[in-house]
């Protein structure tokens, strides 16, 4: 028997994609969390951050997994989902990643309403990107939440 | 009789032995008159009173003088109360409790009850004999219940809900004006039993006799209703649905007196549902035949690419479209807006296969009879697809005839999707592809909280376990 996965707990590595002109002249990539809980469009968005220079962490599908991936793979930043697998939700997510690692988010939902917005504050986010975008709001998203942070 | 002669009785009962009984005239009837407790007095057949004892004087505050030899009527506050008592005991009846209002000396007004008879002498009407009970505190009792009863009646009419009770049997005691208006009927009160309402149906549009109606089933099994649905009609023929939530009413003793029962009228919350229900068939119709194009615009560029490789890309990208389209159908179904009916999904996803396989590869489908959240359609169905697609290419290893067996059975929670061909079986090549074959299905199958495995058998079977989830 092929096992092709080992289960639901174990996270994907992101592929060894080469890198396509760095959009920030920093000598490291620019380490990346994608925060997805479709596999579809996590993969989607891993390709757009790796085509645009950036180094992908890992893609994880629920807030558990988020927080160990960040814990191990130390972004400075997260693309965080707000719907999630599991109980917790990605604003739970973001405001666990900021309070205990000091990561920030930007958000790429499609439930970008008042209320969300409201109790993402805690988290800082550093940007909101209202699904589905494109490769080039993605890369701005990022240039001008990296600017708020430096 | 005048006070004279009641005097003129001889007293002699400190002369009686001890335990003999005593004739009547050996009893002394001035001083029992006097002292006994209850408020006593004698009326001429002028209105005047001739006398009255402690009890009656204590009771109003006079003195004797202020109270006898004066006309009764002064001390009464009705004046036509006590002009009927006495034409009444003049002409030989007898007043029995006859509730009346005495003025006192201090200006207060006493609640009493007046038992009394005349005396007639040869048919001529002598006196009253009067025995008056102040009532006063059971009235003020009585008056601080009317005016509980009064606020409470005020709070079920002022509710925007139907109110209505019963007693124990199941007849109407009460009901409030939004009962009357939302039944579309005055109930008749101690007559109808049960409901309020004209006629009852079931949620399900079967006729309800009001003896089986939630208030007979509360009353009958002395416990609340909650939770059942039903319709009303009116005597005008409409019909609204509603909520009812009958509960039984009990004394003391626990003993059942009757039951409330509220009637909430649902209509709009089942427009709303049904509007809702609308606005998503209609969205999910628009979706399916976005799809649909979506579908018709890759099959048509598939057939104009003059590519190969394009041609293969786009045959693929439109096989997995396909297998979405198709599954997308089954979704958001009246019967479960949540739910989707595993047997048919299958069959829709397969049929999409079909149509790309040709009629030389069967497809078998054996699945359980029952339901799947639509959360996990869209990876199924594309899961579902590649399995096929990869049973097809590699599995019947291009014999061009075969049958692929996809079954789906669930086991101690889990869901279990075996796709298996009659093949040689295959060599699982590794890729590295994520996006298409085995690699889609693994990470959908992580998707899903489950595993994906290969066994080579006579043929390969493929099979995907993940738990099952709740619609």
Redesign the interface.
């Known amino acids: 028997m092929i096992h092709l996965t080992s289960g639901p707990d174990e996270p994907l590595e992101p592929s060894s994609h080469p890198v396509y002109g760095a959009p920030v002249k920093t000598p490291q990539p620019i380490r990346v969390l994608a925060v997805e809980d479709d596999y579809l469009v996590g993969l989607n968005l891993e390709q757009q951050l790796l085509d645009a220079g950036y180094e992908v962490v890992g893609i994880a599908a629920s807030a558990d997994e988020a927080l160990r991936m960040a814990t191990q793979g130390k972004p400075q930043l997260a693309i965080m989902d707000i719907r999630l697998a599991g109980t917790r939700d990605g604003v739970d997510a973001a405001i666990e990643l900021m309070t205990k690692l000091g990561i920030p988010s930007i958000f790429a939902t499609a439930h970008g309403d008042e209320k969300t917005r409201r109790r993402a504050a805690a988290a800082k986010p550093l940007g909101w990107l209202q699904k589905p975008y494109s490769s080039a709001l993605l890369v701005a998203a990022i240039k001008t939440a990296l600017t708020k942070t430096s | 009789m005048e006070m004279s002669e009641l005097r003129s009785l001889p007293n002699t009962l400190d002369l009686a032995p001890v335990g003999e009984r005593l004739p009547i005239g050996a009893l002394d009837f001035e001083d029992f008159f006097e002292n006994v407790a209850v408020a006593f007095h004698f009326v001429g057949r002028d209105g005047t009173i001739l006398h009255a004892n402690k009890a009656e004087l204590e009771l109003l505050g006079y003195s004797i003088d202020e109270y006898v030899g004066r006309n009764i009527a002064e001390f009464h506050a009705d004046n036509d109360v006590i002009e009927d008592m006495l034409s009444r005991l003049k002409a030989g009846q007898k007043l029995d409790k006859c509730p009346a209002r005495l003025r006192c000396k201090d200006g207060t007004i006493k609640h009493v009850e007046v038992t009394s008879s005349g005396r007639f002498v040869d048919g001529k009407f002598l006196n009253t004999r009067c025995f008056t009970v102040d009532v006063s505190e059971l009235m003020a009792a009585r008056e601080i219940v009317r005016r509980k009863d009064s606020e409470l009646e005020q709070i079920l009419q002022a509710l925007p809900v139907a109110v209505y009770r019963t007693d124990a049997e199941g007849r109407i005691t009460y009901y409030n004006r939004e009962a009357a208006t939302l039944a579309g009927r005055e109930p008749i009160i101690g007559k109808d039993e049960w409901c309020v309402t004209f006629r009852l149906f079931t949620s399900d549009g079967g006729e309800l006799p009001h003896s089986e109606c939630p208030m007979a089933i509360a009353l009958r099994e002395n416990r609340p209703v909650r939770g059942v649905e039903a319709f009303a009609q009116r005597p005008d023929g409409s019909l609204f649905p509603f909520l009812p939530f009958p509960t039984p009413l009990h004394d003391e003793n626990g003993q059942l007196i009757g039951a409330i029962n509220v009637l909430v009228d649902i209509s709009e919350r089942k427009q709303a549902e049904a509007h809702q229900r609308m606005l998503l068939n209609e969205l999910n119709h628009r979706v399916k035949n976005n799809m649909q194009m979506l579908h018709g615009l890759l099959q048509i560029a598939q057939r104009e690419s003059k590519s190969a490789e394009a041609k293969a890309v786009l045959q693929d990208a439109c096989q997995r479209v396909g297998a979405m389209a198709a599954a997308q159908q089954f979704l958001y179904a009246d019967s479960n807006p949540r739910g989707f009916a595993i047997d048919e999904f299958l069959e829709a996803v397969c049929g999409s296969a079909r149509q790309a396989f040709g009629k030389e590869i069967a497809i078998r489908i054996d699945a359980y009879q029952g339901q799947l959240s639509n959360d996990v359609s869209m990876?199924l169905a594309l899961i579902l697809n590649e399995l096929l697609t990869n049973a097809a290419k590699h599995g019947i290893n291009g014999r061009g005839t075969g049958e692929i067996t996809v079954s789906m059975q669930r086991s101690d929670g889990q869901i279990i999707l075996r796709v298996a061909d009659d093949g040689p079986g295959f060599e699982?090549l590794d890729t590295?592809r994520?996006?298409s074959g085995?690699?889609?299905?693994?990470?959908?199958?992580?998707?899903l909280?489950?595993?994906?495995?290969?066994?080579q058998h006579a043929g390969a079977h493929c099979m995907i376990r993940f738990p099952e989830p709740r619609t």
């Open positions: 990876p699982e590295g994520r996006s085995l690699g889609l299905v693994a990470g959908l199958a992580r998707q909280g489950g595993t994906f495995a290969v066994e």
